[in-house]
Every structure is written in C-alpha cells, then in structure tokens.
C-alpha cells in the first residue's frame, strides 16, 4: 500500500486520515499544534509530526520522499500552496492537493500545476479522488440502467492546445463539463483543453478503460491494452 502525508489535522485533515489507514495506506499528519491530533483518536496508528507542514525537516520526519501523494489542508491558503511546492519541488511527489479559501486564487495555483478545491465546494471525498491511485474513472454518476457514467478523467499533456471536441471523437465520450481555474464550465464547439483542467467526460461503461487510455497516450496515440498503438483508422 501507499505512503500519504497530510498537512493538517483539522476536520478534513484528521477525517482524510483515518480514511486512508482503514484502506490500509500508512499515513502521516503533520500539524505545529500538537493537541490537533486528539482529533485522530487513540486508535490511529500512522504518524503525528508536530511541526510546520511547509518545513523541510517536519515533512522528511513524515518521509515526504517515500510519498505516494500529498494533501495540504490546513486553514491557511499560502501555507497550503507554499507547502505543496515543496512536496512537489523539493521532493518530487507527483501527486499533490491544495485546499484554498479563496477562490479567486484558483487561476494563479492552476498555473502552479497544483490541483486546488476551494473550501466552499470541499469534502474529504474530492481529496481522495485526487489523491488515490485508479479512483479517476469510479464514476460521479450513472444513469438508472447502469450503461452510462460520468467520471473524472485522466488526460495528458500533450492535447493541451487541442479542442476538447477532438478529444471527444478520439476517446468516444463527450465532455459534460470542465473545472478550469475552480469553476465549472459547460464547453462549446471551440473550447480548448487547457493546463490544469479537470474533465469530465460521459461514456459507456463499457468503453471506460480505452477511454482511459486513449486520453492518457495523448493525440493520435490510441493506445490499445498493453499500451501499444490499437491501430483505430
């Protein structure tokens, strides 16, 4: 199992947690008030690091190097983002998340490559999804009959600059909505995909895994099962 370390240990903090050490991940919360991690409970068996959850010797104490992903969600937005970075720069997680209070700075942390939820829409679920390996594709929605869903996907970088509408006809699924910058929006015929946004696509069921694939290989590139070109015409 994964290695998390989470900077924070308020409500979504100490509840992201608890979720993830009872899926067997080993975790660990960095907080500088040591008496926050009365909220983890007697029973919680990864780590407590008192200390600045930006500070390069609290986060080594939480092995940041042996990190899977990293959540940063204290109360404070720059100590957030400024403790991501380091995660990110300093120590290489590659999968990292930012609370923010402020909407408004969205745009500027999407530009950092730093995925960010503002506080107004948070739950420890969209953490988890971001966070997780293979949750990407678990499905926000499925119709009555169970054939259609609407997940979150995966795309690569390389169909930054393309339209969405290319990626639509590439991978078979139409884009419902895109969270560009913490807002959604609803893409017309010329929208473009950009750096850090988050789509979300509907598809059948049955096409989740080639979708998947196709939009992670990036233009032209349909990957089939193992990887290699499916050779679609």
Known sequence: MAHYVIMGCGRVGSSLALTLERGGHSVAVVDQDEHAFRRLGRQFGGQRVTGVGFDRDALARARIQEAYAFAAVSSGDNSNIIAARVARETFGVEHVVARIYDPGRAEIYQ?????????????????????LPDTDLAGDFRDAS????????????????????????????????????????????????????????????????????????????????????????
């Not at 988050?198 to 990036?218: K, S």
């Open 111 to 131: 530009r950092l490559s730093i995925p960010t939820v503002a506080a107004v829409r948070w739950s420890t679920d969209q953490v988890l999804r971001r966070i």
């Open 146 to 233: 169970g054939r259609i869903v609407m997940a979150e996907v995966r795309v690569s970088p390389d169909w930054i600059g393309r339209p969405l509408a290319e990626l639509e006809a590439q991978a078979r699924v139409r884009i419902a909505f895109v969270t560009r910058f913490g807002e959604g929006i609803v893409p017309d015929a010329g929208t473009l995909y950009q750096q850090g946004d988050i789509l979300h696509a509907v598809m059948d069921v049955t096409g989740q895994d080639d979708a998947e694939r196709i939009l992670a290989a990036g233009p032209g590139q349909d990957a089939g099962p193992d990887g290699q070109d499916g050779g679609r015409p």
